[in-house]
Protein backbone atom coordinates (compact mmCIF):
# COMPACT_ATOMS: atom_id res chain seq x y z
CA UNK A 1 0.00 0.00 0.00
CA UNK A 2 1.16 3.78 -0.60
CA UNK A 3 1.37 5.95 1.80
CA UNK A 4 -1.50 9.01 2.78
CA UNK A 5 -0.22 12.82 2.02
CA UNK A 6 -2.03 15.56 3.58
CA UNK A 7 -2.26 18.62 1.11
CA UNK A 8 -2.09 22.08 2.06
CA UNK A 9 -5.43 23.90 1.20
CA UNK A 10 -7.26 20.44 1.97
CA UNK A 11 -9.83 21.01 4.71
CA UNK A 12 -8.41 19.37 7.95
CA UNK A 13 -11.33 17.63 8.98
CA UNK A 14 -11.60 16.73 5.18
CA UNK A 15 -8.62 14.86 5.01
CA UNK A 16 -8.66 13.01 8.69
CA UNK A 17 -11.83 11.40 7.81
CA UNK A 18 -10.02 9.72 4.72
CA UNK A 19 -7.54 9.10 6.31
CA UNK A 20 -9.48 7.41 8.96
CA UNK A 21 -11.07 5.29 6.44
CA UNK A 22 -8.18 3.94 4.63
CA UNK A 23 -6.62 2.80 7.23
CA UNK A 24 -9.58 1.11 8.37
CA UNK A 25 -10.37 -0.29 5.24
CA UNK A 26 -6.82 -1.41 4.98
CA UNK A 27 -6.23 -2.61 8.36
CA UNK A 28 -9.76 -4.53 7.51
CA UNK A 29 -8.31 -6.30 4.47
CA UNK A 30 -5.11 -7.27 6.27
CA UNK A 31 -7.19 -9.07 8.32
CA UNK A 32 -9.20 -10.62 6.38
CA UNK A 33 -6.47 -11.93 4.62
CA UNK A 34 -4.77 -12.97 7.37
CA UNK A 35 -7.40 -14.75 8.91
CA UNK A 36 -8.05 -16.47 5.50
CA UNK A 37 -4.90 -18.21 5.47
CA UNK A 38 -4.61 -18.79 8.79
CA UNK A 39 -8.20 -21.01 8.37
CA UNK A 40 -6.78 -22.49 4.44
CA UNK A 41 -3.25 -23.64 5.90
CA UNK A 42 -3.15 -23.30 9.83
CA UNK A 43 -6.22 -24.23 11.55
CA UNK A 44 -6.75 -27.54 13.70
CA UNK A 45 -9.15 -28.16 10.91
CA UNK A 46 -7.08 -27.37 7.79
CA UNK A 47 -6.45 -31.09 7.02
CA UNK A 48 -9.25 -32.33 6.46
CA UNK A 49 -10.86 -32.14 2.91
CA UNK A 50 -13.99 -29.70 2.01
CA UNK A 51 -14.14 -26.84 -0.60
CA UNK A 52 -11.93 -23.83 -0.09
CA UNK A 53 -15.04 -21.32 0.55
CA UNK A 54 -16.69 -23.18 3.44
CA UNK A 55 -13.11 -23.75 5.04
CA UNK A 56 -12.85 -20.09 4.98
CA UNK A 57 -16.22 -18.66 5.71
CA UNK A 58 -19.49 -19.72 7.11
CA UNK A 59 -21.12 -18.30 3.87
CA UNK A 60 -21.93 -21.06 2.11
CA UNK A 61 -23.66 -22.58 5.35
CA UNK A 62 -25.43 -19.32 5.75
CA UNK A 63 -26.17 -19.65 2.19
CA UNK A 64 -27.76 -22.78 1.96
CA UNK A 65 -29.48 -22.76 5.25
CA UNK A 66 -31.14 -19.80 4.51
CA UNK A 67 -32.36 -21.34 1.23
CA UNK A 68 -34.01 -24.29 2.96
CA UNK A 69 -31.15 -26.31 0.73
CA UNK A 70 -28.47 -27.37 3.55
CA UNK A 71 -29.36 -30.91 3.78
CA UNK A 72 -28.87 -31.58 0.12
CA UNK A 73 -26.13 -29.35 -0.03
CA UNK A 74 -23.92 -31.12 2.47
CA UNK A 75 -25.10 -34.52 0.96
CA UNK A 76 -23.55 -33.43 -2.30
CA UNK A 77 -20.25 -32.66 -0.74
CA UNK A 78 -19.88 -36.33 1.12
CA UNK A 79 -20.35 -37.83 -2.48
CA UNK A 80 -17.97 -35.36 -3.81
CA UNK A 81 -15.16 -35.60 -0.87
CA UNK A 82 -15.58 -38.43 1.00
CA UNK A 83 -16.79 -39.68 3.94
CA UNK A 84 -15.27 -36.39 6.22
CA UNK A 85 -15.94 -32.76 5.24
CA UNK A 86 -14.70 -29.57 6.66
CA UNK A 87 -18.45 -27.88 6.09
CA UNK A 88 -17.01 -24.50 7.91
CA UNK A 89 -13.67 -23.05 9.17
CA UNK A 90 -13.92 -25.11 12.74
CA UNK A 91 -16.44 -27.65 11.49
CA UNK A 92 -16.12 -31.04 10.34
CA UNK A 93 -19.44 -33.47 9.15
CA UNK A 94 -19.24 -36.99 9.14
CA UNK A 95 -20.96 -39.84 7.50
CA UNK A 96 -20.52 -43.78 8.57
CA UNK A 97 -22.29 -45.57 11.47
CA UNK A 98 -19.07 -45.81 12.91
CA UNK A 99 -18.78 -42.19 13.05
CA UNK A 100 -21.85 -42.05 14.91
CA UNK A 101 -21.12 -44.09 17.41
CA UNK A 102 -17.76 -42.59 18.46
CA UNK A 103 -18.85 -39.17 18.59
CA UNK A 104 -22.37 -39.48 20.60
CA UNK A 105 -21.59 -42.93 22.15
CA UNK A 106 -17.88 -41.68 23.75
CA UNK A 107 -19.47 -42.41 27.70
CA UNK A 108 -20.34 -45.80 26.83
CA UNK A 109 -17.08 -46.83 26.41
CA UNK A 110 -15.73 -44.96 29.33
CA UNK A 111 -14.01 -42.39 26.88
CA UNK A 112 -13.96 -38.94 27.04
CA UNK A 113 -17.46 -37.44 25.89
CA UNK A 114 -17.36 -34.98 23.09
CA UNK A 115 -19.67 -32.04 24.62
CA UNK A 116 -22.83 -30.40 23.28
CA UNK A 117 -21.94 -26.60 22.05
CA UNK A 118 -23.82 -23.95 23.11
CA UNK A 119 -26.22 -23.51 19.98
CA UNK A 120 -29.35 -23.97 22.08
CA UNK A 121 -27.99 -21.29 24.71
CA UNK A 122 -30.43 -18.57 24.44
CA UNK A 123 -28.90 -16.54 27.38
CA UNK A 124 -31.59 -17.15 29.70
CA UNK A 125 -29.57 -18.82 32.02
CA UNK A 126 -30.80 -22.17 32.46
CA UNK A 127 -30.02 -24.57 29.73
CA UNK A 128 -32.94 -27.04 31.03
CA UNK A 129 -32.59 -30.33 30.08
CA UNK A 130 -32.53 -31.43 26.33
CA UNK A 131 -30.34 -28.44 26.05
CA UNK A 132 -27.95 -28.36 28.56
CA UNK A 133 -24.30 -29.15 27.31
CA UNK A 134 -22.91 -29.64 30.91
CA UNK A 135 -22.75 -33.29 31.14
CA UNK A 136 -23.06 -33.13 35.40
CA UNK A 137 -26.28 -30.61 35.46
CA UNK A 138 -27.44 -32.93 32.95
CA UNK A 139 -27.09 -35.82 34.79
CA UNK A 140 -28.66 -34.50 37.63
CA UNK A 141 -32.12 -33.31 35.41
CA UNK A 142 -31.65 -36.71 33.95
CA UNK A 143 -32.37 -38.72 37.08
CA UNK A 144 -35.30 -36.80 37.67
CA UNK A 145 -37.19 -36.81 34.46
CA UNK A 146 -35.86 -40.30 33.38
CA UNK A 147 -37.81 -42.18 35.04
CA UNK A 148 -40.88 -40.20 33.16
CA UNK A 149 -40.46 -41.98 30.02
CA UNK A 150 -39.97 -45.56 31.23
CA UNK A 151 -41.96 -48.61 30.56
CA UNK A 152 -44.02 -48.30 33.44
CA UNK A 153 -44.57 -44.44 33.31
CA UNK A 154 -45.26 -44.78 29.34
CA UNK A 155 -47.92 -47.64 29.90
CA UNK A 156 -49.86 -45.43 32.56
CA UNK A 157 -50.12 -42.36 30.18
CA UNK A 158 -51.69 -44.54 27.15
CA UNK A 159 -55.53 -43.80 28.31
CA UNK A 160 -54.45 -40.17 27.60
CA UNK A 161 -52.82 -41.21 24.01
CA UNK A 162 -55.88 -43.22 23.53
CA UNK A 163 -58.52 -40.46 24.44
CA UNK A 164 -56.73 -37.94 22.58
CA UNK A 165 -56.52 -40.27 19.76
CA UNK A 166 -60.29 -41.48 19.76
CA UNK A 167 -61.60 -37.65 19.78
CA UNK A 168 -58.80 -36.72 17.07
CA UNK A 169 -60.95 -40.14 14.82
CA UNK A 170 -64.01 -38.85 16.04
CA UNK A 171 -63.67 -35.75 14.64
CA UNK A 172 -62.12 -37.16 11.30
CA UNK A 173 -65.43 -38.73 10.90
CA UNK A 174 -67.49 -35.82 11.22
CA UNK A 175 -65.78 -33.26 9.35
CA UNK A 176 -63.45 -35.19 6.72
CA UNK A 177 -66.97 -35.17 4.63
CA UNK A 178 -66.86 -31.72 3.80
CA UNK A 179 -66.59 -30.46 0.81
CA UNK A 180 -62.36 -29.49 -0.10
CA UNK A 181 -62.05 -32.22 2.44
CA UNK A 182 -59.49 -31.89 5.26
CA UNK A 183 -55.84 -30.18 5.64
CA UNK A 184 -54.67 -32.49 7.65
CA UNK A 185 -51.33 -31.01 8.21
CA UNK A 186 -53.36 -28.63 10.70
CA UNK A 187 -55.50 -31.79 12.31
CA UNK A 188 -52.07 -33.53 13.01
CA UNK A 189 -50.63 -30.40 14.36
CA UNK A 190 -53.87 -29.89 16.63
CA UNK A 191 -53.22 -33.29 18.00
CA UNK A 192 -49.71 -33.82 18.41
CA UNK A 193 -49.77 -30.07 20.39
CA UNK A 194 -53.33 -31.00 22.53
CA UNK A 195 -51.18 -34.25 24.02
CA UNK A 196 -47.99 -32.65 24.50
CA UNK A 197 -49.28 -29.89 25.99
CA UNK A 198 -51.65 -32.37 28.39
CA UNK A 199 -48.24 -34.71 28.80
CA UNK A 200 -45.87 -32.30 29.68
CA UNK A 201 -48.02 -30.13 32.42
CA UNK A 202 -51.08 -31.10 32.30
CA UNK A 203 -52.54 -28.51 30.07
CA UNK A 204 -55.77 -29.05 28.09
CA UNK A 205 -55.40 -26.87 24.77
CA UNK A 206 -58.69 -28.53 23.36
CA UNK A 207 -57.84 -27.89 19.38
CA UNK A 208 -59.31 -30.94 18.18
CA UNK A 209 -62.39 -30.85 20.39
CA UNK A 210 -62.74 -27.41 19.47
CA UNK A 211 -61.23 -27.04 15.85
CA UNK A 212 -59.36 -24.24 16.96
CA UNK A 213 -55.89 -23.44 16.67
CA UNK A 214 -53.30 -21.93 19.53
CA UNK A 215 -50.34 -20.65 17.51
CA UNK A 216 -47.35 -22.25 18.81
CA UNK A 217 -45.31 -19.27 19.26
CA UNK A 218 -48.64 -17.91 21.85
CA UNK A 219 -48.49 -21.44 23.63
CA UNK A 220 -44.39 -20.99 24.17
CA UNK A 221 -44.32 -17.55 25.35
CA UNK A 222 -47.33 -18.58 27.95
CA UNK A 223 -44.84 -21.61 29.02
CA UNK A 224 -44.06 -19.93 32.47
CA UNK A 225 -48.10 -19.22 33.23
CA UNK A 226 -48.43 -22.39 32.47
CA UNK A 227 -45.69 -24.17 34.74
CA UNK A 228 -47.14 -21.52 37.62
CA UNK A 229 -50.54 -23.16 37.44
CA UNK A 230 -49.58 -26.63 37.42
CA UNK A 231 -47.19 -25.81 40.20
CA UNK A 232 -50.79 -24.56 42.01
CA UNK A 233 -52.56 -28.09 40.81
CA UNK A 234 -49.72 -30.01 42.39
CA UNK A 235 -50.93 -33.18 43.80
CA UNK A 236 -54.86 -32.29 42.02
CA UNK A 237 -54.01 -33.24 38.80
CA UNK A 238 -56.23 -35.79 36.43
CA UNK A 239 -53.34 -37.76 35.31
CA UNK A 240 -49.89 -38.56 36.10
CA UNK A 241 -47.92 -35.80 33.32
CA UNK A 242 -44.13 -35.20 33.18
CA UNK A 243 -44.30 -32.20 35.93
CA UNK A 244 -45.18 -34.97 38.35
CA UNK A 245 -41.17 -36.19 38.08
CA UNK A 246 -40.22 -32.23 38.05
CA UNK A 247 -42.44 -31.11 41.38
CA UNK A 248 -43.39 -34.88 42.32
CA UNK A 249 -46.38 -34.55 45.01
CA UNK A 250 -45.12 -36.38 48.10
CA UNK A 251 -41.34 -34.41 47.53
CA UNK A 252 -40.30 -31.42 49.16
CA UNK A 253 -41.96 -27.81 49.16
CA UNK A 254 -41.67 -26.50 45.13
CA UNK A 255 -38.62 -23.59 45.19
CA UNK A 256 -40.03 -20.02 44.40
CA UNK A 257 -36.58 -18.52 43.81
CA UNK A 258 -36.56 -16.82 40.18
CA UNK A 259 -33.65 -19.15 39.08
CA UNK A 260 -35.30 -22.56 40.59
CA UNK A 261 -38.96 -21.33 38.64
CA UNK A 262 -36.57 -20.54 35.41
CA UNK A 263 -35.19 -24.33 35.18
CA UNK A 264 -38.14 -26.15 35.94
CA UNK A 265 -39.89 -23.76 33.04
CA UNK A 266 -37.06 -24.59 30.67
CA UNK A 267 -37.45 -28.03 31.17
CA UNK A 268 -41.20 -28.09 30.65
CA UNK A 269 -40.68 -26.16 27.39
CA UNK A 270 -38.04 -28.26 26.42
CA UNK A 271 -40.55 -31.43 27.14
CA UNK A 272 -43.31 -29.15 25.77
CA UNK A 273 -41.19 -28.72 21.73
CA UNK A 274 -40.10 -32.55 22.42
CA UNK A 275 -43.43 -33.70 22.63
CA UNK A 276 -45.32 -32.18 19.22
CA UNK A 277 -42.61 -31.16 16.78
CA UNK A 278 -41.03 -34.01 15.88
CA UNK A 279 -44.55 -36.44 16.44
CA UNK A 280 -46.67 -33.73 14.16
CA UNK A 281 -43.65 -33.89 11.30
CA UNK A 282 -43.95 -38.00 12.14
CA UNK A 283 -47.53 -38.41 11.56
CA UNK A 284 -47.86 -36.35 8.06
CA UNK A 285 -45.20 -38.53 6.76
CA UNK A 286 -46.73 -41.46 7.59
CA UNK A 287 -49.93 -40.11 5.80
CA UNK A 288 -47.98 -39.01 2.72
CA UNK A 289 -45.77 -42.10 2.30
CA UNK A 290 -49.84 -44.31 2.50
CA UNK A 291 -50.83 -42.17 0.24
CA UNK A 292 -48.49 -41.74 -2.49
CA UNK A 293 -47.34 -46.01 -1.64
CA UNK A 294 -49.67 -48.05 -2.95
CA UNK A 295 -49.12 -51.25 -2.06
CA UNK A 296 -47.55 -50.31 1.30
CA UNK A 297 -51.13 -49.13 2.13
CA UNK A 298 -52.79 -52.06 1.19
CA UNK A 299 -50.15 -54.52 3.45
CA UNK A 300 -51.01 -51.92 6.29
CA UNK A 301 -54.61 -51.88 5.97
CA UNK A 302 -55.08 -55.71 6.13
CA UNK A 303 -52.62 -56.28 8.67
CA UNK A 304 -54.44 -54.07 10.82
CA UNK A 305 -57.59 -55.09 9.95
CA UNK A 306 -56.96 -58.47 10.10
CA UNK A 307 -55.54 -58.23 13.95
CA UNK A 308 -58.55 -55.90 15.20
CA UNK A 309 -61.96 -57.33 14.25
CA UNK A 310 -63.35 -53.79 15.82
CA UNK A 311 -61.96 -50.10 16.57
CA UNK A 312 -62.00 -51.09 20.46
CA UNK A 313 -59.47 -53.85 20.15
CA UNK A 314 -56.92 -51.33 19.35
CA UNK A 315 -54.29 -51.85 22.39
CA UNK A 316 -51.15 -50.12 22.51
CA UNK A 317 -49.45 -53.56 23.72
CA UNK A 318 -51.22 -55.54 20.46
CA UNK A 319 -50.63 -52.82 18.23
CA UNK A 320 -46.61 -52.84 19.17
CA UNK A 321 -46.33 -56.66 17.74
CA UNK A 322 -47.73 -55.44 14.50
CA UNK A 323 -44.43 -56.40 12.21
CA UNK A 324 -45.51 -54.36 9.38
CA UNK A 325 -46.81 -51.70 11.26
CA UNK A 326 -43.42 -51.28 12.83
CA UNK A 327 -41.37 -52.21 9.53
CA UNK A 328 -43.76 -48.96 8.01
CA UNK A 329 -42.89 -46.78 10.69
CA UNK A 330 -38.93 -47.16 10.82
CA UNK A 331 -39.00 -47.05 7.05
CA UNK A 332 -41.02 -43.48 7.11
CA UNK A 333 -38.99 -41.98 10.00
CA UNK A 334 -35.82 -42.95 7.58
CA UNK A 335 -37.49 -41.92 4.65
CA UNK A 336 -38.26 -38.52 5.99
CA UNK A 337 -35.50 -37.78 8.19
CA UNK A 338 -36.90 -34.94 11.21
CA UNK A 339 -33.23 -34.40 12.19
CA UNK A 340 -31.81 -32.70 9.48
CA UNK A 341 -30.22 -30.07 11.37
CA UNK A 342 -26.83 -30.27 12.97
CA UNK A 343 -26.38 -31.72 16.32
CA UNK A 344 -22.62 -30.44 16.60
CA UNK A 345 -20.67 -31.69 19.36
CA UNK A 346 -16.97 -30.49 20.74
CA UNK A 347 -13.72 -32.79 20.36
CA UNK A 348 -11.88 -33.66 23.41
CA UNK A 349 -9.44 -34.24 20.91
CA UNK A 350 -10.08 -37.59 20.17
CA UNK A 351 -10.72 -40.32 17.03
CA UNK A 352 -13.66 -40.63 15.52
CA UNK A 353 -13.73 -43.44 12.71
CA UNK A 354 -9.84 -43.80 12.98
CA UNK A 355 -9.70 -39.46 11.37
CA UNK A 356 -7.93 -37.82 14.55
CA UNK A 357 -10.09 -34.95 15.27
CA UNK A 358 -7.76 -31.81 17.16
CA UNK A 359 -9.48 -30.50 20.21
CA UNK A 360 -11.90 -28.10 20.31
CA UNK A 361 -12.69 -28.69 16.71
CA UNK A 362 -17.08 -28.99 15.72
CA UNK A 363 -18.22 -32.35 14.35
CA UNK A 364 -21.34 -33.41 13.80
CA UNK A 365 -22.82 -37.14 11.86
CA UNK A 366 -24.62 -36.08 8.44
CA UNK A 367 -27.65 -38.19 9.36
CA UNK A 368 -29.55 -36.68 6.82
CA UNK A 369 -27.03 -38.11 3.83
CA UNK A 370 -26.32 -42.05 5.90
CA UNK A 371 -30.27 -42.21 5.57
CA UNK A 372 -30.10 -42.50 1.69
CA UNK A 373 -26.56 -43.56 0.89
CA UNK A 374 -26.46 -46.00 -1.35
CA UNK A 375 -23.87 -47.71 0.18
CA UNK A 376 -25.92 -48.63 2.98
CA UNK A 377 -29.16 -49.19 1.54
CA UNK A 378 -29.51 -50.64 -2.32
CA UNK A 379 -31.55 -47.67 -4.23
CA UNK A 380 -30.85 -44.30 -2.05
CA UNK A 381 -34.45 -41.66 0.28
CA UNK A 382 -33.71 -38.22 1.90
CA UNK A 383 -30.71 -37.87 4.77
CA UNK A 384 -27.10 -38.22 4.29
CA UNK A 385 -26.39 -41.26 6.33
CA UNK A 386 -30.01 -42.17 6.57
CA UNK A 387 -29.82 -42.33 2.52
CA UNK A 388 -26.34 -43.00 1.26
CA UNK A 389 -26.39 -45.58 -1.24
CA UNK A 390 -23.22 -47.30 0.18
CA UNK A 391 -25.82 -48.33 3.42
CA UNK A 392 -28.69 -49.35 1.48
CA UNK A 393 -30.23 -50.32 -1.48
CA UNK A 394 -32.75 -48.26 -2.86
CA UNK A 395 -31.97 -45.68 -0.46
CA UNK A 396 -34.51 -43.23 -2.37
CA UNK A 397 -37.57 -45.92 -1.93
CA UNK A 398 -39.80 -46.76 0.42
CA UNK A 399 -39.33 -49.85 1.22
CA UNK A 400 -41.01 -51.23 4.59
CA UNK A 401 -39.54 -54.07 3.39
CA UNK A 402 -36.67 -53.59 4.18
CA UNK A 403 -37.31 -53.75 8.56
CA UNK A 404 -38.70 -56.69 8.28
CA UNK A 405 -37.83 -60.06 10.26
CA UNK A 406 -36.02 -62.26 7.70
CA UNK A 407 -39.05 -64.71 8.59
CA UNK A 408 -41.68 -62.61 7.16
CA UNK A 409 -43.46 -63.78 3.93
CA UNK A 410 -43.19 -59.74 2.37
CA UNK A 411 -39.39 -60.07 3.43
CA UNK A 412 -37.37 -58.99 0.83
CA UNK A 413 -33.70 -60.90 0.46
CA UNK A 414 -32.83 -57.58 -1.87
CA UNK A 415 -32.66 -55.74 1.12
CA UNK A 416 -30.61 -58.17 3.19
CA UNK A 417 -27.50 -56.32 2.97
CA UNK A 418 -28.57 -52.74 3.96
CA UNK A 419 -26.87 -51.50 6.92
CA UNK A 420 -29.92 -50.66 9.89
CA UNK A 421 -27.06 -49.55 12.04
CA UNK A 422 -26.82 -46.60 10.01
CA UNK A 423 -30.04 -45.13 11.18
CA UNK A 424 -30.79 -44.04 14.20
CA UNK A 425 -33.39 -41.14 14.13
CA UNK A 426 -33.74 -41.21 18.15
CA UNK A 427 -29.83 -40.45 18.47
CA UNK A 428 -27.41 -42.48 20.40
CA UNK A 429 -25.84 -42.68 23.30
CA UNK A 430 -26.42 -40.98 27.00
CA UNK A 431 -27.79 -38.36 25.11
CA UNK A 432 -30.16 -40.14 22.72
CA UNK A 433 -33.83 -39.20 23.47
CA UNK A 434 -35.35 -40.38 26.51
CA UNK A 435 -38.88 -40.27 24.67
CA UNK A 436 -38.53 -42.90 21.97
CA UNK A 437 -41.11 -45.18 23.24
CA UNK A 438 -43.61 -43.08 23.75
CA UNK A 439 -43.12 -41.23 20.61
CA UNK A 440 -43.29 -44.94 18.96
CA UNK A 441 -46.63 -45.88 20.95
CA UNK A 442 -48.35 -42.71 19.59
CA UNK A 443 -47.44 -43.25 15.93
CA UNK A 444 -48.20 -47.21 15.81
CA UNK A 445 -51.65 -46.19 17.54
CA UNK A 446 -52.24 -43.20 14.88
CA UNK A 447 -51.86 -45.58 12.26
CA UNK A 448 -53.70 -48.02 13.41
CA UNK A 449 -56.40 -45.49 14.12
CA UNK A 450 -56.79 -44.42 10.47
CA UNK A 451 -56.73 -47.57 9.31
CA UNK A 452 -59.15 -49.61 11.31
CA UNK A 453 -62.03 -47.65 10.75
CA UNK A 454 -61.70 -45.30 7.50
CA UNK A 455 -63.90 -47.55 5.20
CA UNK A 456 -63.23 -51.12 4.56
CA UNK A 457 -61.18 -50.58 1.10
CA UNK A 458 -57.52 -51.99 0.81
CA UNK A 459 -56.80 -49.47 -1.81
CA UNK A 460 -56.22 -45.91 -1.69
CA UNK A 461 -59.40 -43.69 -1.53
Sequence with gaps: MGTFEYHVGTPLWSWLWSYWLWLTASTTATYLVARTIYRLYFHPAAGFPGPKLAAASYLPYCYYWLRDQYPWYEEKLMHEYGDVVRIGPNEVAFLTPQAAQDIHGAANRGMEIFRKTDLMDFGTGDLGFTWENDPAKREAVGKKMVPAFSSKATREKEPLVEAYMDLFIQRLKEMGGRPGGLLMNDWLIWLSTDLA?????????????????????????????????????????????????????????????????????????????????????????????????????????????????????????????????????????????????????????????????????????????????????????????????????????????????????????????????????????????????????????????????????????
Aim: aromatic letters at 12%; proline letters at 8%.
Design 197 to 461: ADLAYGRELNQVRDWMMFTVPAVLKANADEVRARIDRRGKTKHPDFMDYMIPTEGPPVPTGKKDLRHIEQVALQMFIAGFDPIQIQLYAAVFFLVKHGEAYARLTKEIRDAFESYGDITAEAVSKLAYLNAFIHESQRAYVITVARMPRVSPGATVDGVYVPKGVIVHLSSFTAARHPRYWREPLSFTAARHPRYWREPLSFKPERWLPTDHPLYDTRYANDNLKAFFPFGLGPRQCIGREIAWSQERRNACSWLSCCGRSTSIP
